[in-house]
């Protein structure tokens, strides 16, 4: 399978490692890359260091001339509107490609409309990488949970602020916990995404969307950050047996899906205190199983590459066979 990618950061950089290492069983080459910088398109494939020429100005000839099967899109995440991600992925449906994404923004502003038209197409919409890395939250219920309606969720998605307030019980400043987790590779290009709600609140609307139809945006979801938060705050309550997590609460009433994003205070002993650095936690609350976990220790750009690198896989599915 030939794949395209939009934009060649760090997550598209694990991702080309993995598929070189895992040529052998899964013939998969990256043979067109396409940045804001410039264009790198090669059939015999681009390698893990493309021999970038000026950018293609025009999306559509970008495609045409990759000759690829399927496009990853890797641009990073606009909680405002999820452009120009969308017209990226909207592109390739109309260009019959495949189109794989590890950005929430999509999903979280415009899931139903992708999907019809990836239908129309007749080609598969893919992005496990967008809500908690390489978890595979989305096959899991899509495969593993027929006839069984997800009711609602609570859930730690954010890891950024995890490892900030971490940072900030143990005596760091704010700047300073931030700059920690840059360090990790998890921070959004714009961290007040993160502090402020807008990651968590497009992950939560991206997870409603594809499990409750809920067909809401992130401007939906009733969100609020960790910025309030200090230093002494959180040292004051660690002191009485008590932590924060940003927390994602979804259910649905008589009125629909209502969302919500808060910095809440939680007894140790809970499960959500117990997320750590860059892990994730969500709780399904299901109609026939109860309640559900799938936690995550670790998530960073080698588990999103690896997401990915699943939804590849589940896609070359669907590629007709070689003559």
Request: glycine letters at 10%; proline letters at 5%.
């Amino acid at each position: 399978m030939n794949v395209a990618l939009i934009g060649y950061g760090k997550v598209a950089k694990a991702l080309a490692r993995l598929l070189a290492a895992e040529r052998a069983r899964f013939p998969f080459r990256i043979v067109a890359v396409q940045t804001r910088r410039g264009t790198a398109i090669d059939p015999a494939g681009v390698g893990e260091a493309p021999d970038f020429g000026p950018p293609l100005p025009d999306l559509g000839e970008f495609y045409r001339r990759a000759g690829a099967d399927a496009v990853v899109e890797l641009t990073p995440l606009n909680p405002v509107d999820g452009e120009p991600a969308i017209h990226h992925i909207r592109t390739a449906f109309a260009h019959g490609l495949h189109a794989i994404t590890a950005n929430k923004g999509p999903v979280a502003h415009a899931y139903a409309g992708l999907r019809r038209e990836a239908l129309a197409a007749g080609v598969q919409f893919r992005f496990e990488a967008a809500v908690m890395a390489g978890v595979p939250v989305f096959h899991m219920v899509r495969t593993g949970l027929p006839g069984c309606a997800i009711l609602g969720f609570s859930a730690v998605l954010d890891s950024t602020t995890t490892v900030v307030l971490e940072a900030m019980e143990a005596g760091l400043s704010l700047e300073e916990a931030v700059a920690k987790a840059r360090t990790l590779g998890i921070v959004e290009s714009d961290a007040s995404f993160d502090l402020d709600g807008w990651d968590a609140a497009a992950k939560s609307a991206a997870l409603a969307n594809v499990l409750m139809d809920a067909n809401v945006t992130p401007q939906k979801v009733d969100a609020k950050g960790i910025r309030r938060l200090t230093p002494e705050k959180l040292a004051d309550l660690k002191s009485k047996g008590k932590t924060v997590r940003l927390v994602s609460r979804a259910h649905r009433g008589k009125d629909g899906v209502k969302l919500r994003v808060r910095a809440e205070v939680l007894d140790r002993d809970d499960a959500l205190a117990n997320v750590r650095g860059t892990g994730n936690l969500l709780l399904l609350e299901t109609e026939r199983l109860g309640t559900l976990g799938l936690m995550a220790s670790s998530l960073g750009p080698a588990e999103t590459a690896y997401g990915l690198f699943s939804d590849l896989v589940d896609v070359s599915r669907y590629l007709p066979p070689k003559q």
